[in-house]
């Protein structure tokens, strides 16, 4: 899954100040990706500021950019230099996309390993 595809719909020059890579998880998960998306622009927005000049802060710091969305051994990967605040929603996402099958997007998943790669999968898709 690319970039473009995930966040169809949604206004992505929001996410151009920070998210500087690719996006590649299963669809299952995009739901939580925007939301931890939407999340990362809440924090990082600095709301006296007009927009504009917020974006251009964002945009200029070197801290809190993502470098990569990825899995890796059927867990969701962030690739970053984060905040303490912004590492709270990584760990948060990561709990419900492990919970999340990557083929139906059922909850209750289990570690399931086909041809040496690892997958989250539900009892229904394992079978």
């Not at 669809?27 to 917020?54: A, C, G, Y």
């Not at 990967?77 to 709270?88: A, E, H, P, Q, Y």
């Given at each position: 899954?690319?970039?473009?595809?995930?966040?169809?719909?949604?206004?992505?020059?929001?996410?151009?100040?920070?998210?500087?890579?690719?996006?590649?998880?299963?669809?299952?998960?995009?739901n939580?990706?925007?939301?931890?998306?939407?999340?990362?622009?809440?924090v990082?927005r600095?709301?006296?500021?007009?927009?504009?000049?917020?974006?251009?802060?964002?945009?200029?710091?070197a801290k809190?950019?993502?470098?990569?969305?990825?899995?890796?051994?059927g867990?969701?990967k962030?690739?970053?230099?984060?905040?303490?605040?912004?590492?709270?929603?990584?760990?948060?996402?990561?709990?419900?996309?492990?919970?999340t099958?990557?083929?139906?997007?059922?909850?209750?998943?289990?570690?399931?390993?086909?041809k040496?790669?690892?997958y989250?999968c539900?009892?229904?898709?394992?079978?």
């Amino acid at each position: 899954m690319i970039l473009k595809e995930v966040l169809e719909g949604m206004d992505t020059q929001e996410y151009k100040n920070f998210l500087k890579g690719e996006i590649k998880v299963p669809e299952t998960w995009n739901n939580h990706i925007k939301d931890m998306l939407d999340q990362f622009n809440e924090v990082l927005r600095i709301k006296w500021l007009p927009k504009v000049m917020s974006d251009l802060v964002i945009k200029f710091s070197a801290k809190n950019k993502i470098k990569e969305i990825k899995t890796s051994f059927g867990e969701l990967k962030v690739v970053g230099d984060f905040s303490s605040k912004l590492n709270t929603i990584i760990k948060n996402t990561k709990t419900k996309c492990r919970n999340t099958c990557e083929f139906c997007g059922a909850e209750g998943t289990e570690k399931v390993t086909f041809k040496s790669w690892v997958y989250n999968c539900c009892k229904n898709c394992k079978k």
